[in-house]
């Protein structure tokens, strides 16, 4: 987003001023970046989970199969949208306009590298935690208008799952927060220049990683769509390009988080011999890597196990691990 | 149970729970760069193994270099869905008769084997052919005659 490198726009809607025109340009950006990175990941998830299981995975439209989920996108823009009868409209309507509103507005403050980054705000970090929270409205949103009670089981464990591990993931959060003394992320990236977070601070790093993996829904916390007891959970009803941006937000999501976990714990743009955003990009997908293959391995918990890990375990640790922190902090 | 106990489980459980999952990863990472045990299935073709049942087919002996069926028509009579048809010819009078066409409807075959039992003149086999689907239902009447032809 160098304003030197683009002489003519400048000339042009230079009056607009520069902030203007790194928004428009970013979040056009943004807008490519988001439906062709879901599509990627949809197609990555299905390679590793394919090698996972002793199979090629999708192998037929184009090398490797790398264009099958652009193809399933089509397939699904032309597919009738279905609402049931009884839905309530305008929520069933609403749901799935609103589940992509974070996986935009949350890139708005991911530094992907000292340059890339399309507003700079002191409070970045509490931004893309409030607005993943609006993924969870949505959800509820939709399994409610859905007028289904495989939605609406799915839509209330969505809402007691996100309540339970956003605790430790802010109290995660928080001790980094409390190390570098500031919200802003390339405030934290840039303390992370000699160490990462993840050598000062493992406990931390995991719980968030962990809770991270939750609050995307993503097994072996996907209760809120557990295909063999729910259907397919809080999407059930949503036919057609409805339901791919629902898919669209979930891949989004895992992409976001991962994003926040290298701004976090694994020194951001930081790395020998290439530049920051490649590194960026780089520790981004191989954390959505680490993602994908934990789906792969581990089966599904029960409610009350994920309940009971929540409150009992990580809420006490993350709660001791911020207390360490800060008093080392102070102490030192 | 008192408390230091519990807690002591609580910790102990924690760790073997993180070893286990890390196990866990472990085997699937290794399962990932393992070689794919699938079959391409319309880019490869298995090969069956001797005990499948496809349809029936005639045997080409080697005295012959061709089948021994006599058109006796026991495999026809013993049929039990009536799916069996020969037509048996001789060149001339006083003459062996031998099988000159030999229809089976598999639409309708339910792979019993009877006719591969009955057989007197033990001609008859199960195919190791598997891509036996038709578009329409008289594409299952097949000549297993003209078959052995074609094989020929």
């Known amino acids: ?332 | 149970m008192n408390t230091s106990y519990g807690f002591k489980q609580y910790v102990k459980e924690i760790f073997t729970g993180s070893k286990s999952l890390i196990i866990g990863m472990g085997i699937t990472l290794k399962h990932m760069f393992k070689p794919i045990v699938t079959v391409q299935y319309p880019r490869q073709k298995p090969i069956m193994t001797p005990h499948f049942r496809g349809h029936i087919e005639a045997i080409i002996f080697d005295d012959t270099k061709s089948h021994h069926c006599v058109a006796c028509g026991l495999c026809a009579r013993t049929c039990p869905s009536h799916v069996i048809k020969v037509q048996g010819e001789k060149t001339k009078a006083g003459d062996r008769k031998y099988g000159k066409q030999y229809f089976i409807d598999f639409t309708k075959c339910s792979l019993c084997g009877l006719c591969v039992d009955v057989c007197p003149e033990k001609t008859l086999k199960f195919s190791d052919e598997y891509e036996l689907a038709f578009y329409s239902r008289w594409d299952g009447v097949m000549d297993i005659m003209q078959r052995l032809e074609e094989r020929k």
């Open chain 1, 1 to 332: 987003m160098n304003m030197t490198q683009l002489p003519i726009i400048k000339d042009i809607y230079g009056f607009l001023g520069p902030d203007l025109l790194v928004g428009v340009v970013g979040l056009l950006l943004v807008l490519i970046f988001v439906p062709l990175n879901s599509a990627f990941l949809v197609w990555v998830e299905r390679k590793v989970a394919g090698h996972i299981q002793l199979r090629p995975g999708p192998m037929e439209v184009g090398p490797h199969g790398i264009l099958q989920s652009l193809i399933d996108a089509v397939k699904l823009m032309c597919k009738e949208m279905i609402t049931p009868d009884l839905a309530d409209k305008p929520l069933f309507w609403m749901a799935p306009c609103i589940v992509v509103i974070p996986a935009i507005v949350c890139f708005v403050v991911i530094p992907f590298s000292p340059v890339m980054q399309i507003r700079e705000l002191n409070v970045g970090i509490l931004l893309i935690f409030a607005f993943s929270s609006i993924s969870g409205l949505s959800i509820m949103m939709g399994g409610w208008a859905s007028n289904n009670k495989y939605s609406l089981i799915g839509a209330v464990r969505a809402v007691a799952q996100s309540i339970a591990y956003e605790i430790p993931l802010l109290l995660s959060t928080m001790s980094v927060i409390i190390m570098s003394n500031s919200f802003k992320m390339s405030q934290i990236v840039s303390d992370q220049s000699t160490v990462w977070n993840f050598i000062l601070q493992p406990v931390a790093a995991i719980i968030f990683i962990i809770c991270s993996t939750a609050e995307t829904n993503r097994a072996p916390f996907d209760l809120v769509e557990a295909e063999s007891e729910l259907v397919s959970g809080f999407h059930t009803e949503y036919t057609g390009m409805r339901d791919a941006l629902f898919f669209m937000a979930e891949y989004t999501a895992m992409f976001i988080a991962s994003s926040m976990a290298v701004v976090l714990f694994f020194g951001g743009w930081h790395g020998p011999f290439f530049s920051g955003i490649v590194w960026f990009v780089l520790k981004a997908y191989f954390l959505v890597f680490v993602t994908v293959w934990i789906r792969w391995t581990f089966p599904r918990l029960r409610f009350d196990q994920l309940m009971n890990f929540a409150w009992k375990v990580l809420i006490p640790i993350s709660l001791l691990n911020l207390l360490v922190t800060a008093i080392v902090i102070k102490v030192l």
